[in-house]
């Protein structure tokens, strides 16, 4: 059945990846132009400082159908997905990783549920070729963010998925900074399911995504999506009034003994040690209590400054819509 009306956009967002773009592009042309269906590619260059911004400029040239957007900084991950989102005009639209990691051969799984019904098709990993830590790394944190999260988010998927144009324009309407999209996605509910999907190796090159940015990114979906580490702050603070009140009632029944019975064994009394050891105990709760706020205040604060999502640098063919 042919669907030329209807147009299927990807978005890609790229950083230090110039080794990966010519065959991603290849594939996707080889893939996208066996599907009833028109498309577009969108890539959205988060300013990076390799080789990027020329290479796309003559994958563009070469069809009209790929398209680039070029940040005059580097935005992140997340903000350049959702800027992709704001470009793309497809009736669905799909977000893939630029390493290869993501098959472009599997966009074909993807639209078949969607035309089926779903409004969201995301690619759940069966399996990761990737180091042991960072695939330990990633089921800690699907698993804290599942026990966190007051919104159900499925386990072990990323970013890879087909969203239909309807949730497009709710993602697009959502005005927050600090942006974590798969948590967005599972948010807006509709009629959502997940295919397995093997995850390749990186196809060239070393990944950019360290650890430093893991954390930062589950951070993000972390505080945006539940209260629970304030909650968990409080009952902290719960706990430790409790052993206060026990330490004072065991404090005055020592004084007590130490006055009746002067060489009895129960009015032998904690030394400095103790001391020290209850005023770090104390402190580090606090700070671990004040640093959690301080999470929260820091996202809030970045939400009212109401600066701009991303600003572009520079397109390419987003004149010439399919």
Known sequence: ME????????????????????????????????????????????????????????????????????FSRNFGQQIATSAGLRFASGDAVIIMDDDLQDPPEFLPSLVKKWEEGYDVVYAIRKNRKEGILKRLGYRLFYKLIANLSYVPIPQNSGDFGLIDRKIVEILNSMPERTRFVRGLRAWVGFKQTGIECDRAARFKGRPSYNLFKMLTLSMNGIFAFSDMPLQISSALGFFVSIIAFIGMAVTLFQRIVTFFFPDSLLAVWPGFSTIVLAILFLGGVQLISIGILGEYIARIYNEVKQRPLFLVKETINLDKRN
């Open 3 to 70: 669907h030329k009306s209807k147009i299927l956009s990807v978005v890609i967002p790229t950083y230090k990846s110039a080794d990966n773009i010519g065959s991603l592009a290849k594939r996707l042309e080889n893939t996208l132009s066996g599907m009833p269906y028109d498309y577009e590619v969108i890539f959205i260059n988060d300013n990076s400082p390799d080789k990027t911004d020329d290479l796309l400029k003559d994958i563009c040239l070469r069809n009209s159908r790929i398209k680039a957007v070029s």
